[in-house]
């Protein structure tokens, strides 16, 4: 079983006020991760192989993004802090895309 928390742009939520805690309990949920394979800054292939029994915060990125992608690398860099002062055992990933290349690949 994979645990993952998948963070997005999500600027709004400062603004309103609004708060992302909601108390649900999503532990007997039957989550499960797709097979996908990418690779990572050391040119390694990843997939979601190596990140099964572990809980991970995955944060997707657009390579080029003029609004909320700049806040994200600062967000991930507080999550970690926080589940580091937790005590919570968690590996973060960030998938960055280039939606030019999508375009042109699709």
Same mark, same amino acid.
């Given at each position: 079983?994979?645990?993952?928390?998948?963070?997005?742009?999500? #600027?709004?939520?400062?603004?309103?006020?609004? &708060?992302?805690?909601? #108390?649900?309990?999503? &532990?007997?949920?039957?989550?499960? $991760?797709?097979?996908?394979? /990418?690779?990572?800054?050391?040119?390694?292939?990843?997939?979601?192989?190596?990140?099964?029994? @572990?809980?991970? *915060?995955?944060?997707?990125?657009?390579?080029?993004?003029?609004?909320?992608?700049?806040?994200?690398?600062?967000? $991930? /860099?507080? *999550?970690?802090?926080?589940?580091?002062? @937790?005590?919570?055992? /968690?590996?973060?990933?960030?998938?960055? *895309?280039?939606?030019?290349?999508?375009?042109?690949?699709?």
């Amino acid at each position: 079983m994979i645990g993952a928390i998948f963070l997005t742009g999500c #600027g709004w939520l400062y603004e309103s006020g609004a &708060s992302a805690n909601n #108390g649900t309990d999503t &532990s007997d949920l039957d989550l499960f $991760m797709i097979p996908f394979e /990418a690779t990572n800054q050391h040119e390694e292939t990843i997939t979601e192989q190596d990140m099964d029994g @572990e809980y991970s *915060v995955v944060n997707m990125a657009f390579t080029r993004c003029p609004s909320v992608c700049m806040m994200l690398t600062p967000n $991930m /860099a507080q *999550v970690q802090s926080e589940l580091e002062n @937790e005590g919570i055992d /968690a590996s973060l990933y960030t998938f960055s *895309v280039d939606p030019e290349l999508i375009h042109q690949n699709g």
